[in-house]
Structure formats: C-alpha cells, structure tokens
C-alpha cells in the first residue's frame, strides 16, 4: 500500500467534490469513505501526483484495482478503461431511470461492466437515492454555474 500524502489526498477528494468519479455516488452516501485511486498504478508506471489520481467509492475502487483496460462486452475489442482525467462520463455512460448505468461507448461498456456498476445492491442504492434527489452527484461544483 502506498502512502498517499494528506494535502494530495484532499486536493484530489476537493477537485471531485466528495464524488466518485467513476460511478459517481457521493461518500456521505456510502458506508466507506472513498478513496484516492492511482488511476494508472504504480506497478505500469504512473505517479503518485494528482493527475494520475482520482476520487473512488470503495466498490469501484476494489472492482478496478490495477486494470487499466478490459474487453468491451459486445465488441470483444481490447479498450483502455474510463479514464476521469480525460474521459468525460457523459461521453461514455448513462444513467437510466431504473438506476442502472448503460455503457454506450467500448470504453463506457467495459467500464460498466468491470467496475459491476450494475450489480443489484448497488442499483437499488442509487434508485432509492435518485428518489431523494442524492444521485448522482452534480457535474458542476456548487457556485460554478
């Protein structure tokens, strides 16, 4: 485990505004504090620096771990996963009414499907959250409208 400073943590727990930023829950909402992800790991040459670093619910973050690609459900073609430093989530995801979150790119596919964004608990935890007007967490920080 490496040791992540606190001021990068915060920074980075800051710029995504407490968010997931790949299934985008907020961490008020969840039992786990979030935590700093390496979105490129060590171990294939990224840094410790916030530009290679995201905020990222436990679940997601246990389910990602050191991947950095999978194979799109549908195509079976080889893509690289979400990436929240460049990737921008609209361009790949959608949240639907039933809670569920559709994959509609290679990238936005493989990430759901690796990520387990779909998994039961975690689809009626964002229905009954969507119901209070928790989810998802806003694209925009407060003030910047």
Not at 115 to 138: K, Q
Request: aromatic share 6%; net charge negative; charged share 30%.
């Amino acid at each position: 485990m490496t040791y992540i400073p606190v001021a990068l943590r915060t920074a980075v727990t800051e710029r995504a505004r407490g968010c997931c930023e790949y299934c985008r829950i907020h961490q008020d909402d969840c039992l786990y504090s979030h935590e700093v992800d390496h979105i490129v790991a060590l171990k294939h040459g990224g840094y410790s620096d916030k530009d290679n670093m995201g905020l990222a619910c436990s679940v997601c973050n246990r389910n990602k771990g050191s991947d950095l690609s999978s194979l799109d459900p549908q195509t079976r073609a080889k893509v690289f996963l979400f990436d929240p430093r460049t990737d921008d989530w609209d361009d790949h995801s959608r949240l639907n009414d039933d809670g569920t979150i559709e994959g509609i790119t290679p990238v936005g596919r493989a990430t759901v499907a690796i990520l387990g964004f779909n998994e039961d608990e975690r689809v009626i935890a964002r229905r009954e959250l969507m119901a209070t007007n928790r989810y998802p967490c806003p694209d925009e920080p407060p003030g910047n409208t």
